[in-house]
Nanobody
Framework: QVQLVESGAGGVQTGGSLRLSCTVSGDIYATNTMGWYRQVPGKQRELVAWITGGGTPTYTTVAQGRFTISRDFAKNTIYLQMDSLQPEDTGVYYC??????????????WGQGTRVTVSS
């Protein structure tokens, strides 16, 4: 069974850092784009950053300058390094992956969500 397993939840003070991880578990043919979304209180889920199957990162304004997305191809894992965290970054962070489950079957998967709390 293919699933995305997230880790790295935690609480930090303003200005602190956290690193989230998302690992593809199960047998797949290939991974394409993977990314991070978040849902902060009172807002809809929003895109934070994504990284292509070739390793090219792209950031939204949410992440620009503070967050870094990276990928370990050997481990089928992506990371989100979050620095200079602010209270408004508090929320649940979700990993999303575009996977080739088989050579001809392409599916999207979501992680279970990882809670990030930033206190002032």
């Amino acid at each position: 069974q293919v699933q995305l397993v997230e880790s790295g939840a935690g609480g930090v003070q303003t200005g602190g850092s956290l690193r989230l991880s998302c690992t593809v578990s199960g047998d797949i043919y290939a991974t394409n784009t993977m990314g991070w979304y978040r849902q902060v209180p009172g807002k809809q889920r929003e895109l934070v950053a994504w990284i292509t199957g070739g390793g090219t990162p792209t950031y939204t304004t949410v992440a620009q300058g503070r967050f870094t997305i990276s990928r370990d191809f050997a481990k089928n894992t992506i990371y989100l390094q979050m620095d200079s965290l602010q209270p408004e970054d508090t929320g649940v962070y979700y990993c999303k992956a575009d996977l080739l489950v088989t050579m001809s079957e392409r599916r999207e998967f979501w992680g279970q969500g990882t809670r990030v709390t930033v206190s002032s």
